[in-house]
Every structure is written in structure tokens, then in C-alpha cells.
């Protein structure tokens, strides 16, 4: 909970405590309603990639960062560590603090966000960044973004001036 206020957490707390009362107060429905005010007031932020810092680990994260559409599998990309697949997937997750397939995932998404945001058309996106389907790319940035790809990209070049004809 990074992004939560204080007054976030203390309304957490108080309604975790009035959750064990037997009879709900007309102050625990109030306290309940600006709970919700503010929890939807905590913004929403980019998402985080942590690169590892095992120099194995890293030559397979900056690969993967110059091309995200590498279909090699976890396998491949434990050998080009020169790892066992079980260690590779273990230390990966150590050394990030999460699952190499989502951390891969994560990689194509934050692409996707920088490409969309050059004005790059969704299909060719979903392409660039390894999907091949547009569906699941769809499905996979509004897991992530909160956001369709085509929203995004509406969103980031609103602000951008038009080229003069």
C-alpha cells in the first residue's frame, strides 16, 4: 500500500475494528462512504519494473528490453543465463521480486505505453511487443493500464500539437 494515505490506512483500520461490532452505526456508514471517496483519490501510477541485478539475469532483461517480442521461452532464456531452468526461474524471482513471465509481461506493456505515446498504431504496437493477437494484447493493457490501448493512445496525443497542412 505505497500509494495509500494516512487517512487511508486509519479509515482500514477503524473499519476492520467496527467490523466486529454487532449493531452498524449511522458513523461506520459515513466513515464506510469516505473510504470510498478516498481510496478512489489515490492515483494510479505506472507501472514498476525492477530489473535484476545478477549480471546473468541482466544480459537475459536487457535483451528482452531491446526486442520484447522475443518468442524464446523460459528455457532459451535460461540457458542464455547459463542457468538450470529451475534456478533461473528461482533467482529471477529473487533477485525482481516477481515471476519472470510477468515481469516479461510488464516489459511489453511499458513498450506498448512508450510506443503508443509516439502516436504508433495499436495493431502495430500489439505486434512490436509480441502479441499475436490483438485480443489478448487488448486484454492484457486494460488488466494492467486500467486503460484500452486505442484510450490510451487517445489520451496521450490530445495534448500534442497537430502538425500545421
Keep these: 500500500m505505497a500509494d495509500s494515505t494516512r487517512l487511508f490506512i486509519a479509515q482500514i483500520e477503524r473499519l476492520s475494528q467496527s ?12 466513515l464506510a462512504e469516505s473510504f ?21 539475469l541482466k544480459r537475459v532483461a536487457e535483451a528482452l528490453s531491446a526486442t520484447p517480442a522475443d518468442p524464446r521461452g523460459q528455457q532459451e532464456w535460461a540457458d542464455m543465463a547459463g542457468m538450470s ?36 498504431r495499436v495493431t502495430s504496437v500489439a505486434a512490436a511487443v509480441g502479441y499475436e493477437s490483438l485480443g489478448a494484447f487488448a486484454t492484457a493493457f486494460r488488466k494492467a493500464t486500467g486503460h484500452s490501448p486505442s484510450a490510451y493512445a487517445r489520451h496521450c496525443c490530445a495534448g500534442r500539437p497537430t502538425e500545421p497542412t
Design 85 to 120: 531452468l529451475r534456478s533461473f526461474v528461482r533467482h529471477f524471482t529473487i533477485d525482481t521480486g516477481m515471476q519472470f513471465s510477468v515481469w516479461r509481461q510488464r516489459l511489453r506493456i511499458l513498450n506498448a505505453q512508450e510506443r503508443l505515446a509516439r502516436g504508433e
Design 36 to 56: 470510498w471517496d478516498e481510496f478512489l483519490s489515490i492515483p494510479r501510477h505506472s507501472i514498476f519494473l525492477p530489473f535484476p541485478e545478477d549480471a546473468r
Design 19 to 30: 467490523g466486529q461490532q454487532t449493531a452498524w452505526q449511522e458513523s461506520v456508514t459515513r
